[in-house]
């Protein structure tokens, strides 16, 4: 399969390497316990797992105070601070080769190159990082960046077309820290072979200092009076009836004033509500942010990548009993396991792009957990990293999670910046570490506290489906911010916010705006056909394509204006249309001759065949309420056709309109319904195409590798001669 790999600006040879040596002792619960108090008046941080749960969840974390550099990024600029005499050597070793200039302060900024953000590599600022990391050599186990990337950040992607400036990022690299694994706690020390370049003629260490690019605090008021919140979700129901999105995450923040203790609302925050991901960070001039979050967003260990998308809520029983039954109710919620498939097939979509095809596996599916206040359900999935992919790639490409933002996410980008009252900071973006080695682990913040001098800053979401609710929205972004509201005011009183002013109508949304096993590659047929991919916008084209190349075939991609080259189509290529909403643009005509592409044979998906099916004067059947992106449909394969030995199986629906199969034209031969009438996969008599009305490639129809199975099945009725030992060479 054809792969775009990021293209990044050329990398300035390192001068040399700093060799560190590495220190390691026993340690105890005191010492992290003095670390987490340090971080009330010094810069550090503490991040990890406070929950385990095999194979996804460890419970293993790290904290520091008193690093040695701080790497800040704002509005396109990045710093390189040395906050102590190590660190001086270190930013002073990264500079050489470096064009760029020093500040009063110590700071260096690299000098760097312009970007144009519609390309392929992505920001300067995050690829100089690969270069940064590069230089050092020795003993370096574990030797890492730590900290946090803003919600922004994904404007730092290659391709994404969107100014930088918005993005935010504060790292840090410490030469001394603790680790817990568990009931074990080791410390960590990393010296400098090279000690010459640690004198005291450095500029004066800014430890306690402003942090680039801090956010000004707003006035203590939460974004929304009660109700213009449920509002804004009314709005944003609208935008997903007309098919703008297939779902969107709406969020609103609570602000208090507080002057309490950093570091012992954190500890409370540890011991009452453990999560996966457990983060308190010290920017420095009274800057910290704090949370616990169940969204693990990329974990890249010895070229093994995992994403656990999370997405359902219900509240914690009285009991064991109680637990119970609100975890059935969870798992049986039609919109709870509408929105959890969204985010997971987007997810997949990532994966596919990052990962070698075969390796990719849904790993764990609705799988519920029970954390202090909540239960949740959650997904795993995983693959190995393909060969010129690396930590940036996987730190950019999982960034706006589909959980976060939506389905397509540039639209529910869109819809987000419309919708909401304020900037969302720090929340959806990603906090955690980068290995020396090419390690990765990061979470999605999620439900944080972020402290700016006396006032504090708590925002929750909701994830929004067809059949949300808006007052029930409403109510559980409240819900989640009443822990950590109520943790707070235990650890200092809070001052009550004031109500914002206005109409709750004002800033109205514009319109338009099953378990596999890891690393089992499909056998590749001798002789394979030759696939023509065009999905448009579609957010599961990754998916297709990788599918497509575990069924042996060599899958090429391209967009609509390129089917000039179909012309000269190799006669055992078959071409692939896949579309995820209605009304897109599809090189299918009322012939039909399907444009260009003449009698190429074509199998169309979801969208793309319900746009046939109009484009031969079919109508649709009258819809009884909005159709749901997301949910699971039962296929019933027809008897006495290529299709019988299946037997039912569930897939991915993702409807725009619905046809019945009674009704079906003599020129088609109905290959599925849903058991009640529905049509869901044709086939037409003259021309070689055919059509699915559901989605084989969604994580619901990894049960049995139906989807793989069923697209490895049609690609043989489609071009049979491709299979076969007298078709020669790959075509």
């Known amino acids: 399969m054809e792969r775009r790999s990021p293209v990044t600006p050329p990398e300035p040879a390192a001068a040399g390497q700093l060799r560190l040596r590495r220190l390691e002792d026993d340690a105890g619960p005191e010492a992290v316990a003095d670390h987490l108090r340090a971080l009330d008046s010094r810069p550090g941080m503490y991040y990890g797992s406070d929950y385990a749960s095999d194979p996804v969840f460890q419970h293993e974390a790290h904290v520091f105070v008193d690093p040695a550099v701080r790497l800040t990024l704002a509005a396109g600029t990045l710093a390189l601070q040395p906050l102590d005499a190590a660190g001086a050597a270190v930013v002073r070793h990264w500079s050489r ?23 392929d590599g992505h920001h300067p600022a995050a690829a100089l990082l690969r270069t940064l990391l590069a230089q050092f050599s020795g003993e370096t186990r574990g030797l890492s960046l730590f900290g946090c990337w803003n919600a922004d950040y994904w404007r730092l992607e290659g391709g994404s077309g969107a100014d930088p400036a918005a993005a935010r990022a504060v790292l840090y690299l410490p030469l001394s820290f603790l680790t817990i694994r568990g009931p074990v706690v080791r410390s960590v020390r990393f010296l400098l072979e090279d000690t010459s370049d640690t004198g005291g003629d450095a500029a004066a260490f800014a430890a306690h200092g402003a942090v680039a690019g801090a956010v000004e605090a707003p006035p203590a008021a939460d974004d929304f009076p009660q109700g213009a919140y449920a509002h804004r979700v009314a709005q944003a129901l609208d ?13 609103q923040a609570f602000r208090r004033r507080w002057s309490g203790s950093a570091a012992e609302a954190f500890a409370q925050l540890r011991r009452r509500y453990p999560m996966p991901e457990m983060y308190c960070v010290h920017f420095g001039a009274g800057e910290y942010l704090m949370g616990a979050s169940p969204c693990m967003q990329a974990r890249l260990e010895a070229g093994g990548l995992d994403i656990a998308p ?22 049986h919620s039609e919109k709870e396991g509408a929105a959890l498939a969204l985010g997971t097939d987007e997810h997949l979509a990532r994966l596919y792009r990052l990962c070698d095809p075969a390796s990719v596996a849904v790993l764990a599916y609705r799988r519920v957990h029970h954390f202090q206040a909540l239960i949740h359900e959650m997904a795993h999935i995983g693959g190995r990293l393909a060969a010129g992919a690396d930590w940036l790639d996987v730190l950019l490409a999982t960034s706006a999670t589909a959980t976060s933002t939506g389905v397509p996410k540039r639209s529910a980008l869109a819809l987000i910046a419309a919708a909401e009252a304020s900037p969302r900071g720090w929340y959806t973006g990603a906090v955690g570490r980068i290995g020396v080695d090419g390690s990765l682990r ?31 929205e409403e109510e559980e972004t409240r819900i989640k911010a009443a822990s950590l509201l109520s943790l707070l005011d235990q650890a200092s009183p809070l001052a009550p916010a004031s109500e914002p002013d206005g109409d709750p109508a004002a800033g109205a949304i514009p319109d338009g705006a099953t378990t596999a096993v890891r690393g089992a590659p499909e056998t590749a047929t001798p002789c394979a056909p030759r696939v023509y991919l065009e999905g448009g916008n579609d957010p599961l084209q990754p998916i297709t394509a990788g ?18 080259f179909l012309k000269q189509h190799p006669r055992a290529a078959i071409r692939v249309l896949t579309r995820m909403r209605a009304g897109e643009g599809l090189p299918i005509d009322r ?17 793309a065949a319900e746009a046939a099916l109009a484009s031969w004067g079919w109508a649709e059947e009258p819809s009884a309420g ?43 031969t109905v290959l599925a319904t849903d058991g009640a009438g529905t049509l869901l996969a044709f086939r037409h008599r003259s021309l070689p195409v055919i059509g699915l009305l559901f989605r084989p490639e969604s994580v619901l129809a990894t049960g049995g590798q139906a989807g793989q199975r069923l697209l490895a099945r ?10 076969t030992p007298s078709s020669g060479a790959h075509p």
Do not use: K
Request: aromatic residues 6%.
């Open 591 to 607: 012939n039909p001759s399907f444009g260009s592409g003449g009698d190429l044979p074509t199998l169309l998906l979801g969208a």
């Open 442 to 472: 990061i979470g999605t913040i999620m439900r944080p506290a972020w402290i700016r001098g006396d006032m504090v800053e708590i925002r929750t979401g909701s994830l929004l489906v067809g059949g949300s609710d808006p007052a029930e």
């Open 97 to 119: 080769g470096l064009p760029g200039a020093w500040r009063p302060d110590g700071a260096f900024l690299p000098d760097l190159p312009r970007w144009d953000p519609s390309g």
């Open 714 to 723: 049609l690609l043989r009725i489609l071009a049979p001669d491709a299979f």
């Open 239 to 251: 935008a997903l009836a007309r098919g703008d999105v297939l779902s969107v995450a709406l969020s």
């Open 626 to 668: 909005l159709l749901q992106p997301g949910l699971g449909i039962t296929v019933h394969p027809c008897h006495d056709t290529p299709l019988a030995d299946f037997g039912p199986f569930l897939a991915g629906d993702y409807p725009a309109r619905r046809f019945a199969a009674a009704d079906a034209p003599a020129e088609l």
């Open 547 to 564: 599918l497509l190349a575990r069924c042996g075939a060599e899958v090429v991609e391209y967009e609509m204006g390129g089917l000039a």
């Open 310 to 331: 999370v997405c359902g809520t219900a509240p914690r029983g009285a009991d064991a009993l109680a637990d119970a039954s609100h975890a059935m109710a969870l798992l």
